[in-house]
């Protein structure tokens, strides 16, 4: 018998004054049994840092043909397509090439590492963004998972702070490949 998906909702305010964006978000996050709370969590994070109206999470680890996030406009064209961990090289230049651009989000102590093996692999991805988040921060988001959760996002100058109201996080980035 297949595990079934744990279901986490999330009660978001993002408070995003590099975009402007003001907005609160009733979120359902469906949870794969191979999936950790960090991971999830950094899904959430990165939900939070592109949010918008046609933002949505997608089948994930359920599918391996789709993100872990993406943007579609009106005719279904992906815009925006995120990652979240070490995808390998194959699945990033197939993203390139089906989407605007192209988000990975990694997290791990070894992000480096991963990196630095595929660097040179997807340099010509032109619309490749990939971001590294501290593993020490993402350890203490893990932290904050509960099956019921009220979260307050505030990103300022770069830099984003995510709380539950009992504790904060401070989450820095280093950009690998893309804007800087």
């Known amino acids: 018998m297949?595990?079934?998906?744990?279901?986490?909702?999330?009660?978001?305010?993002i408070a995003d004054m590099d975009r402007n964006f003001y907005e609160g978000q009733v979120l359902t996050l469906a949870r794969h049994p191979s999936e950790t709370d960090e991971r999830m969590m950094v899904r959430l994070l990165a939900f939070a840092i592109h949010?918008?109206?046609?933002?949505?999470?997608?089948?994930?680890?359920?599918?391996?043909?789709?993100?872990?996030?993406?943007q579609k406009d009106l005719t279904g064209a992906i815009q925006l397509?995120?990652?979240?961990?070490?995808p390998d090289e194959k699945k990033l230049l197939k993203a390139c090439g089906r989407s605007e651009h192209v988000v990975v989000y990694s997290y791990s102590a070894t992000s480096h590492i991963w990196?630095?093996?595929?660097a040179n692999k997807v340099e010509r991805c032109k619309?490749?963004?990939?971001?590294?988040l501290p593993s020490d921060a993402m350890a203490e988001l893990e932290k904050m998972a509960q099956r019921t959760m009220q979260l307050q996002c505030t990103i300022q100058d770069g830099q984003i702070w995510l709380t539950d109201g009992?504790?904060?996080?401070?989450?820095?980035?280093?950009?690998?490949?893309?804007?800087?």
């Open 115 to 118: 990196w630095k093996q595929l």
């Open 51 to 70: 949010a918008n109206e046609a933002l949505t999470f997608t089948k994930g680890l359920f599918d391996v043909e789709e993100p872990d996030l993406w």
């Open 127 to 132: 619309n490749l963004t990939v971001i590294n």
């Open 166 to 180: 009992t504790t904060t996080v401070e989450i820095g980035r280093e950009t690998f490949k893309g804007e800087r």
């Open 81 to 86: 397509w995120i990652e979240v961990g070490q």
């Open 2 to 13: 297949a595990l079934k998906a744990t279901i986490y909702k999330a009660d978001l305010q």
